[in-house]
């Protein structure tokens, strides 16, 4: 709900702009500032005129009668000074119906006054799958957690790369080698390591200096290329990275569209191993 000042500065603002309208008409119909004719000729018509425009306006098409609006207007704001005398809550809902009685008697536009100090809404940025830089910057920021300085880093299971510019990875503990960590990168930050429970620990583990996370990015631009070519397939917004085996492939590794299936398959570094249809 507005404050009683807010409401009345709105109104203060709303029709002090009738000037404007005044002097539009003048420019239009050759009347200086002083309400002289400019034009070539001073007729009868012309001074009718001048002295119609003098007590009229028009807003949105409607014609208005100025010393009628004039007096509608000094008896609202008497109404809203008591209002405001009055110190209650329920003064501004009050004054803004009082308000909207004298726009609607006076054909003016309804919904309510501006807020001026209203805060404008907040756009978030959308969010996608990080950039090269970034995601070179976030496996750096991963080396340095301070757990795991001078030691080597075996990332467990899977390393995901979402849309919303987040990871999420397992890494084998920095000093138990029965235990596995969970992490999360997310606004520029890697957060504290969480426990899980894990298995076949030996079998699902692959050494992080041997991956690089920007090449998620050339994953998903060479997927989502091929992807293009098939008939109602839809684009990837993340990709990932499954380890078995002492060994790592990307995925997703197939495109199915509505008539087609393809297999696509990805080298180490990212670039196109292979592309068949099956």
Known sequence: MLSCSHITKSIDETFHPNDSLVKK????????????????????TATAVQRHQENTIVINGDT?????????????????ELLKQQKHPAAAKEIQKRVD????????????????????????AKKALLSIPDLALAQ?????????????????????????????????HPVNPK??????????AWSAPKPVLATDIERRTFPLSKMHFEDARKVLEIYNEKAAQVEDAKPATSVY?????????WFPQSINGNRERFEI??????????????
């Open 25 to 44: 008409y003048n420019k239009e119909n050759h009347f200086d500032s002083n309400g002289e004719y400019t034009g070539s000729t001073k007729t009868s």
């Open 64 to 80: 208005i009668n100025t010393p009628e609006m004039e007096l509608k207007a000094k008896e609202m704001f008497h109404d809203i």
């Open 101 to 124: 009685e004298f726009l609607k008697e006076m054909k003016l536009p309804q919904g309510g006054l501006k807020n001026t100090n209203a805060a404008k809404p907040v756009v978030k």
């Open 140 to 172: 750096e920021q991963l080396k340095r957690l301070p757990q795991y300085q001078s030691k080597q880093i075996m990332v467990y299971q899977s390393v995901h790369f979402y849309g919303d510019g987040s990871i999420n990875l397992m890494l084998q």
């Open 179 to 188: 235990y596995v960590d969970a992490y999360k990168y997310e606004d520029g």
């Open 241 to 249: 990275i499954s380890i078995w085996d002492g060994n790592m492939r």
């Open 265 to 278: 398959q990805f080298n180490n570094d990212g670039t196109l191993k292979s592309f068949r249809k099956e």
